[in-house]
């Protein structure tokens, strides 16, 4: 076996540290790989899509630090021995996480010392999620803290969290890069607004809706938050914002339609609840943009985005708004496949939206041969097989030709909103997914 550099292998695998199955097998090589792969799982142990709940062995390293006299109070099975000082690579909690695997024990104080012993031993925090925390704030509260919070790289929290909580953090953390939130309830957090604000290299933020009551919601929910974020928009590469309620009566007037065009520096855009209309949004010019997912947006808007971008999209997943059976839709969406052929030779997932010509099928089909990295595909196709069901089956049988002869070998993904019986006659036994256009989703 070749004897790797330390740091040539530390290298190595850095670029599996969201490949936990490529990790779990370096375990098993000899004891250099296996530290070095140790290091890296317990960096942020609570990320990896497991079920935590029934990973006695996670739990069973923890519990092995706990002092001699809490050894009573654990279950048989956790039995109190570790190879490595696992605990000395962590640089992550996730408080929703330990509770999960701490939910078989059923003393709450064998809980909290688990809790408070990983924040204990993770000296250097860099990933904190809060969700789930309850009131107990104790734990990170300042100024003992104050090392252990400043090297905070991401936070997660939710908005129920008391305000006051967000306002002192944020007098020691200034340099969140992923900031991510999910909105509890339908009041305005004061205390996270503050920590937008604060915050000197911001690349990462999401936001997320997650309640139920929209009767009482207030009309500004997002204004604060957006504002604070129009501040930060020299340093934001990624916005995702998943809004829960959408007042269409004041669309027109929202903040959000002045602020996108400042964002410059995006990476990525994702956007629910908003209709993108060519008349309210600006120009905007995302030289960098990978990632467009925006649920509703007009052709023209994203044939803007497009044409405006780098050469760098990757993915334009949108379900496309205001498009009607008529010259003026046909032509924008003939515009649209064109703009993407010349502007997105790095795309690997699309959905698109034209009627059944022959000549968009055959710009349709340029694109395919212009685009091999393609890998998902959607397409809202407009046909009216009702009215011609010959013509439907003759389009039908025309868009298989198309991608058995010119879709990428990599395209293994492919779904046809068009469920009418040509399509579906046509189609589905070459094992193309159909979809009903009134129930689109990615």
Same mark, same amino acid.
């Given at each position: 076996?070749?004897?790797?550099?330390?740091?040539?292998?530390?290298?190595?695998?850095?670029?599996?540290?969201? +490949?936990?199955?490529?990790?779990?097998?370096?375990?098993?090589?000899?004891?250099?790989?296996?530290?070095?792969?140790?290091?890296?799982?317990?960096?942020?142990?609570?990320?990896?899509?497991? +079920?935590?709940?029934?990973?006695?062995?996670?739990?069973?390293?923890?519990?092995?630090?706990?002092?001699? /006299?809490?050894?009573?109070?654990?279950?048989?099975?956790?039995?109190?021995?570790?190879?490595?000082?696992?605990?000395?690579?962590? &640089?992550?909690?996730?408080?929703?996480?330990? &509770? /999960?695997?701490?939910?078989?024990?059923?003393?709450?104080?064998?809980?909290?010392?688990?809790?408070?012993?990983?924040?204990?031993?993770?000296?250097? @925090?860099?990933? @904190?999620?809060?969700?789930?925390?309850?009131?107990?704030?104790?734990?990170?509260?300042?100024?003992?803290?104050?090392?252990?919070?400043?090297?905070?790289?991401?936070?997660?929290?939710?908005?129920?969290?008391?305000?006051?909580?967000?306002?002192?953090?944020?007098?020691?953390?200034?340099?969140?890069?992923?900031?991510?939130?999910?909105?509890?309830?339908?009041?305005?957090?004061?205390?996270?607004?503050?920590?937008?604000?604060?915050?000197?290299?911001?690349?990462?933020?999401?936001?997320?809706?997650?309640?139920?009551?929209?009767?009482?919601? &207030?009309?500004?929910?997002?204004?604060?938050?957006?504002?604070?974020?129009?501040?930060? %928009?020299?340093?934001?590469?990624?916005?995702?914002?998943?809004?829960?309620?959408?007042?269409?009566?004041?669309?027109?007037?929202?903040?959000?339609?002045?602020?996108?065009?400042?964002?410059?520096?995006?990476?990525?855009?994702?956007?629910?609840?908003? #209709?993108?209309?060519?008349?309210?949004?600006?120009?905007?010019?995302?030289?960098?943009?990978?990632?467009?997912?925006?649920?509703?947006?007009?052709?023209?808007?994203?044939?803007?985005?497009?044409?405006?971008?780098?050469?760098?999209?990757?993915?334009?997943?949108?379900?496309? &708004?205001?498009? #009607?059976?008529?010259?003026?839709?046909?032509?924008?969406?003939?515009?649209?496949? %064109?703009?993407?052929?010349?502007?997105?030779?790095?795309?690997?997932?699309?959905?698109?939206?034209?009627?059944?010509?022959?000549?968009?099928?055959?710009?349709?089909?340029?694109?395919?041969?212009?685009?091999?990295? @393609?890998?998902?595909?959607?397409?809202?196709?407009?046909?009216?097989?009702?009215?011609?069901?010959?013509?439907?089956?003759?389009?039908?049988?025309?868009?298989?030709?198309?991608?058995?002869?010119?879709?990428?070998?990599? @395209?293994?993904?492919?779904?046809?909103?068009?469920?009418?019986?040509?399509?579906?006659?046509?189609?589905?036994?070459?094992?193309?997914?159909?979809?009903?256009?009134?129930?689109?989703?990615?």
């Amino acid at each position: 076996m070749v004897n790797y550099n330390s740091d040539i292998l530390l290298y190595i695998l850095e670029e599996l540290q969201y +490949d936990p199955m490529a990790l779990f097998s370096c375990l098993l090589v000899n004891r250099l790989w296996c530290e070095m792969a140790i290091s890296i799982l317990w960096r942020n142990p609570w990320q990896y899509k497991i +079920d935590y709940r029934n990973k006695n062995s996670l739990l069973n390293v923890i519990c092995s630090y706990l002092p001699k /006299d809490i050894e009573p109070l654990l279950p048989s099975h956790l039995l109190p021995s570790r190879s490595f000082n696992y605990m000395s690579f962590c &640089k992550s909690i996730n408080i929703e996480i330990i &509770k /999960d695997i701490t939910f078989m024990i059923k003393s709450t104080l064998l809980q909290e010392k688990i809790r408070d012993l990983l924040i204990e031993k993770c000296t250097k @925090l860099n990933y @904190l999620n809060m969700i789930s925390i309850d009131s107990n704030l104790s734990l990170f509260q300042l100024p003992k803290n104050k090392t252990f919070l400043a090297s905070l790289y991401e936070l997660t929290c939710g908005t129920s969290t008391c305000p006051s909580f967000f306002r002192n953090i944020a007098l020691v953390i200034q340099n969140i890069q992923r900031l991510i939130i999910i909105n509890e309830n339908n009041e305005i957090n004061k205390g996270i607004i503050e920590l937008i604000n604060v915050q000197k290299n911001l690349r990462y933020f999401e936001w997320k809706d997650d309640f139920e009551d929209e009767y009482d919601i &207030k009309y500004d929910l997002y204004d604060e938050m957006l504002v604070a974020l129009q501040r930060r %928009s020299e340093t934001i590469f990624h916005l995702i914002l998943y809004f829960q309620f959408f007042n269409y009566e004041e669309c027109h007037d929202h903040k959000i339609f002045d602020i996108l065009p400042r964002f410059l520096k995006l990476k990525t855009l994702t956007l629910n609840k908003y #209709y993108l209309e060519s008349g309210r949004v600006l120009p905007i010019y995302y030289n960098n943009l990978e990632i467009l997912h925006i649920d509703d947006i007009a052709i023209n808007v994203a044939i803007n985005i497009v044409t405006n971008s780098g050469g760098n999209i990757r993915e334009i997943l949108s379900n496309y &708004k205001g498009y #009607y059976d008529d010259e003026n839709s046909a032509k924008n969406t003939l515009l649209l496949i %064109s703009s993407i052929i010349k502007k997105c030779p790095l795309i690997k997932a699309l959905s698109l939206i034209f009627p059944s010509t022959k000549l968009h099928f055959v710009e349709f089909e340029t694109l395919l041969k212009s685009c091999q990295n @393609l890998k998902k595909l959607v397409l809202i196709i407009d046909d009216d097989c009702n009215e011609n069901y010959e013509r439907g089956l003759e389009n039908a049988k025309e868009l298989l030709e198309i991608l058995n002869r010119s879709a990428p070998t990599g @395209l293994i993904d492919i779904k046809v909103y068009n469920n009418s019986e040509p399509y579906l006659e046509i189609l589905e036994p070459n094992n193309i997914r159909l979809g009903d256009p009134e129930d689109l989703h990615y």
